[in-house]
Structures are given as C-alpha cells and as structure tokens.
C-alpha cells in the first residue's frame, strides 16, 4: 500500500512541474507593456517629420528660384495685320527670356562663387559670404542698388564672392526695372489682339482650310501673349527678392 501511495505522490509532483512553466508565463505575457518605447519612437518620428519639411522648404525656394517657364512660342499666322502685332509679342517674349536668362546667369555665378549648391536659395550664399568675410564688408549705394566693399584687403576668394554678388544685384536691378516695361507692352498687346479670332473669317474669305489653319495659330499666340504677364511677375518677385535677401543679411547700407 506505501509503495502505491509513493507512486501516485510521484505522478501528481510530476504533474505540478510540467504546469508549472505555463503558470509561471501566463502573468508574464499579461502584464501591460510599457508606454514609453511608444512615446519616445513617436516623438523621434515627429522631430523627424518636422525637420524634413524644414529641409524640403528650404531646398523648395532655391529650386523655385531655378525653376523654368516654357513660354509657348508666338508664330506667323498668315494675316498680315494680325502677324505685325504678334511680332511685336514675340519681340517682347524675346526681350523677357533674356531677361530670365541674364538673371538666372547672375545667380548661378553667384551660388558658385559663394560654394553653395544650385538648389541652395541665394539667402543661404550670403550668409555663407558674410560669415567668411567677417567685419570687412560694407554696404554701399549705387543709385538705388546696393552693392557690397571691402573695407580693407580681402583674400581672392571673398573678392571673387563680392563682385559675383554686385553682379546677381546689378541683374536684378536691370531685370526688375525692364520687365515692368515688357509686361506694359504685353498688355497692350492683350488688348489689341483679344478679337482677332472673330475677325479671321472676314479676312480668310472662301479659303476654310486656311480659316481653320489661321484659328489655331490665331489661339496659340493669344494664349502666348497672356503669359508675358505672369512670366513678368515671376522674373520681378525674384529680382526683388535677390535684393530683400542680401539687405536682410548685409544691410541697406546709408
């Protein structure tokens, strides 16, 4: 009888230990995990998130700086009095493009002279110019551009910086005070070419393959001139900015 009760005392201790893991894991795994790791991981994703935009935005207004316009091309249409006042267009778009063109020159020079990259805005090449040069700059009045001095001897490389900067301000200068005048002209020209697709039947008589031909071009150039305009505003605000931004950083001189 002792031996059958040592066995049976033996099968229910056995029983006890091959239980006694899952009882011991059960609280474990109930236990409420702890709400920092989340806490901590969510605000490094919101610092995260919060520093790439302020990245993408300062990269945005350099690039915004570069970013090109294709401006649709004005062509002959076939009718002579509508065509001489295209070519007026087209010489004022002509005028307008070179205008952007000297100006996106003179930031280029500029970015590169200064070491900064092209998607850089001009705002970050100043600073970077001011910080190199020191307290040996100064700013003085041309007219109305401002324009940038050593005060005393600087190395070549801060020279090369200075005169790339009154370059990007005499651009800016030119372009500002020409493309207002251009935007007047295409006005002008807004106006006198608005009626030009009702007019084309009365002047392409029995010829419908020509009417309809003149029609598309007649569109595409009004459509053209309507551009000049807002091209015009662009080339402006960046002009003006150029100059808002080195008077943040430099002064407007006396």
């Given at each position: ?95 307008l493009e070179e ?48 324009k940038l001095k ?63 031909k003149a029609t ?39």
């Amino acid at each position: 009888m002792s031996t059958l009760v040592r066995l049976l005392g033996l099968a229910v201790l056995g029983a006890v230990l091959v239980a006694a893991p899952e009882a011991v894991a059960k609280p474990k795994s109930e236990e409420p995990a702890s709400s920092t790791p989340e806490t901590t991981a969510d605000t490094t994703t919101d610092t995260k998130s919060t520093k790439t935009k302020k990245e993408k935005k300062t990269k945005k207004s350099g690039k915004d700086e570069e970013k090109e316009t294709e401006l649709t091309p004005i062509e002959d249409c076939g009718i002579e009095s509508m065509d001489a006042i295209f070519r007026e267009a087209k010489d004022v778009q002509t005028k307008l493009e070179e205008q952007r063109v000297s100006l996106k020159t003179a930031r280029q020079e500029a970015k590169s002279a200064l070491g900064v990259g092209t998607d850089a805005p001009m705002s970050k090449a100043f600073e970077s110019l001011q910080k190199t040069a020191g307290d040996k700059l100064e700013v003085v009045m041309e007219g109305t551009t401002p324009k940038l001095k050593a005060k005393d001897a600087v190395p070549e490389n801060v020279q090369v910086g200075i005169d790339a900067v009154n370059g990007l301000l005499d651009a800016s200068s030119a372009t500002v005070t020409s493309v207002v005048g251009l935007k007047e002209n295409a006005m002008s020209l807004v106006e006198k070419s608005k009626d030009f697709p009702k007019q084309i039947v009365a002047e392409v008589k029995g010829n419908p393959l020509g009417a309809a031909k003149a029609t598309t071009t007649v569109t595409k150039n009004i459509k053209a001139i309507g551009e000049i305009g807002p091209q015009a505003d662009k080339l402006v605000g960046i002009g003006t900015r150029m100059v808002s931004d080195f008077t943040e950083v430099f002064g407007s001189g006396s």
